[in-house]
């Protein structure tokens, strides 16, 4: 089942975020550990994070955080261990704030980008598409659905407009003294949020070499692992495209729903038998109208992915069902995938077409 974390309510004021985290218990809530300039400024000095549930939370700032003081360049990098397939939800909250100038916590209009072990950038987000919870502005940056190719280290950063942040995060973090900040949103207090992290087991230390005794040792115990479903591929699937949240649907509705079958390195969606693709609360529903006829970047990985319109009442949820299930043939082998939705109430209410509907608009720009 694909991974989804619901990001918690956050305080947008630094300050207010630590004193609660002071009282709490939540393990994956951090400050930002920049104890003296350049402490996490570049990919070889990032902040190692760790993660509860796949989530980690950090208090940060890009500079100085009051307007008493002068902005000045600052860029943030955090690193953290992940595994291939993972799908990554990346939000800055609290960034611009109430008050303006009038008030003396700094808002900073962010940029994030999330890059690979070698430096190589995966995602970039200046402004998001929608504001969330604990945001007030689309300034606060957010990344959804990043998908990671590979198990390894990962960085995210985090710079201020103004700062030339393309090639601050080009050159791996590298201030100079032609980088400059800009006085009004340049500089601030944030609250970063990484959700859906699987975080690799670590290695097994070799064997312990032990003297012989004169008592045989107990036969190992050979166990057989559990089959896999049927044999079938697992893929990711989205349930409503960059819709932010868990999917709610209506039990017994005449709408229709969309979903995008994602592919990955193991994985072409476009190569997909449409004929035999079903979906719905056991994944054998006979439930598709229609594909996209062209792949569609729905998340960006550089990967061409299917997007398809499903009918809800022959898809067959019931109040209480907790996942989609989609099923299909490609290359003559099959997939399955799974992804969370909430079936929240009974009820004849048509939704979700204009979903299809503006990815068809805008297929060819993404």
């Keep these: 089942m694909k991974r989804f974390v619901r990001n918690a309510v956050r305080s947008a004021v630094a300050a207010a975020f630590v004193a609660a985290a002071a009282t709490s218990n939540v393990a994956f809530a951090v400050v930002e550990g920049e104890a003296s300039p350049g402490g996490n400024d570049s990919l070889g000095t990032a902040q190692p994070l760790t993660f509860s549930n796949g989530t980690a939370e950090v208090t ?8 008493s003081v002068a902005a000045v360049p600052d860029v943030d990098f955090y690193s953290f261990a992940a595994t291939a397939g993972d799908m990554l939800t990346i939000d800055i909250n609290g960034g611009i ?3 303006g ?4 916590i700094r808002s900073v209009d962010t940029v994030i980008a999330l890059f690979m ?24 940056s957010r990344i959804v659905n990043a998908v990671l190719p590979a198990t ?32 009004n949103t340049g500089n601030g207090s944030y609250t970063l949020t990484i959700a859906g992290v699987t975080t690799p087991p670590a290695d097994t230390p070799p064997p ?26 697992q893929v990711n699937i989205d349930i409503r495209p960059r819709h932010p949240g868990v999917t709610r649907i209506w039990a017994n509705t005449d709408g229709k729903i969309v979903v995008a079958l994602l592919s990955s390195s193991s994985f072409n969606a476009l190569k997909v038998d449409r004929t035999s693709i079903t979906f719905g609360a056991d994944g054998n529903e006979a439930s598709l109208i229609r594909c996209h006829s062209e792949g569609i970047y729905v998340n960006r990985d550089r990967r061409k992915d299917l997007v398809c319109l499903f009918d809800l009442k ?29 079936v929240v109430q ?16 805008h297929a060819d720009r993404r």
Excluded: C
């Design 101 to 104: 100038p009038l008030n003396p």
């Design 346 to 361: 009974h009820g004849k209410k048509r939704r979700h077409q204009h979903d299809y509907d503006r990815w068809e608009r």
């Design 60 to 67: 940060g700032a890009i500079g100085s955080t009051t307007y």
């Design 208 to 233: 312990v070499d032990t003297p012989p005794t004169d008592t045989p040792p107990e036969p190992p115990v050979v166990t057989t692992p559990p089959p896999t479903s049927g044999g079938a591929q």
């Design 152 to 183: 390894g280290t990962y960085f995210v950063g985090v710079v201020g407009t103004g700062m030339q942040s393309m090639h601050l995060f080009a050159d791996g973090g590298v201030v100079t003294g032609s980088t400059n900040a800009d006085p």
């Design 117 to 140: 072990a070698d430096g190589t950038m995966l995602y970039l987000n200046d402004d998001a598409d929608d504001t969330d919870v604990g945001s007030i502005a689309t300034n606060d």
């Design 97 to 99: 704030k109430d008050g």
């Design 314 to 342: 022959k898809a067959g949820f019931e109040v209480g069902d907790l996942e989609g299930v989609v099923k299909g043939t490609v290359d003559g082998k099959r997939f399955e995938g799974h992804a969370p939705l909430k």
